[in-house]
T-cell receptor, first 113, second 113 residues
Framework: DSGVTQTPKHLITATGQRVTLRCSPRSGDLSVYWYQQSLDQGLQFLIQYYNGEERAKGNILERFSAQQFPDLHSELNLSSLELGDSALYFC????????????FGNGTRLTVT | QQQVKQSPQSLIVQKGGISIINCAYENTAFDYFPWYQQFPGKGPALLIAIRPDVSEKKEGRFTISFNKSAKQFSLHIMDSQPGDSATYFCAASSPGTASKLTFGTGTRLQVTL
């Protein structure tokens, strides 16, 4: 068990809808990362937060947004969902911004119908 | 733009054999190279990592070989076991952002009896 908790485990929704994925990092970890895993794209970095502040952005669509709250949990908001957004979304945490291992949660499987 | 290329996509090895997975990178600024292991339904878990100041790192049955001039690194699993059957991802990151990982596309390893 990595200590990173993601909810929900599964999410099925329709195109055009909006969903929120939640992540609780390991106790004491200040950095949170979101990754998208799809069959044809592998693991793609979306966004990183450190102690509540956005620190790095990857290939995150404008329809997606995220935030990290004072208690360090993070939420990834996906809006105007398209079929192509169906994927596994992973949250990872680390103790610092860099030079520390990433600990991944077990992901949220999003299916857009 | 795929900055870390991984091969093969899939690999079948007999129990007791050696599994070898290769990765090549393009960005010469990368200085941290971890390997992650992912079982179905789980998030990736850090297996072993190396920095370019050494050419090899061994942890138990797992060894990373690193060739800086060729910009290649590989994972060797000695005495492969059925329990090693999983998907393996190589990754790389640049200084100061070591936890913002760029992943390879993954190798599905199956170890047969």
């Amino acid at each position: 068990d990595s200590g990173v908790t993601q909810t929900p485990k599964h999410l099925i929704t329709a195109t055009g809808q909006r969903v929120t994925l939640r992540c609780s990092p390991r106790s004491g970890d200040l950095s949170v990362y979101w990754y998208q895993q799809s069959l044809d794209q592998g693991l793609q970095f979306l966004i990183q937060y450190y102690n509540g502040e956005e620190r790095a952005k990857g290939n995150i669509l404008e329809r997606f947004s995220a935030q990290q709250f004072p208690d360090l949990h993070s939420e990834l908001n996906l809006s105007s969902l398209e079929l192509g957004d169906s994927a596994l979304y992973f949250c990872a945490s680390s103790a610092r911004q860099g030079n520390s291992p990433l600990h991944f949660g077990n992901g949220t499987r999003l299916t857009v119908t | 733009q795929q900055q870390v290329k991984q091969s093969p996509q899939s690999l079948i090895v007999q129990k007791g054999g050696i599994s070898i997975i290769n990765c090549a990178y393009e960005n010469t600024a990368f200085d941290y190279f971890p390997w992650y292991q992912q079982f179905p339904g789980k998030g990736p878990a850090l297996l072993i990592a190396i920095r370019p100041d050494v050419s090899e790192k061994k942890e138990g049955r797992f060894t990373i070989s690193f060739n800086k001039s060729a910009k290649q690194f590989s994972l060797h699993i000695m005495d492969s076991q059925p329990g090693d059957s999983a998907t393996y991802f190589c990754a790389a990151s640049s200084p100061g952002t070591a936890s913002k990982l760029t992943f390879g596309t993954g190798t599905r390893l199956q170890v047969t009896l």
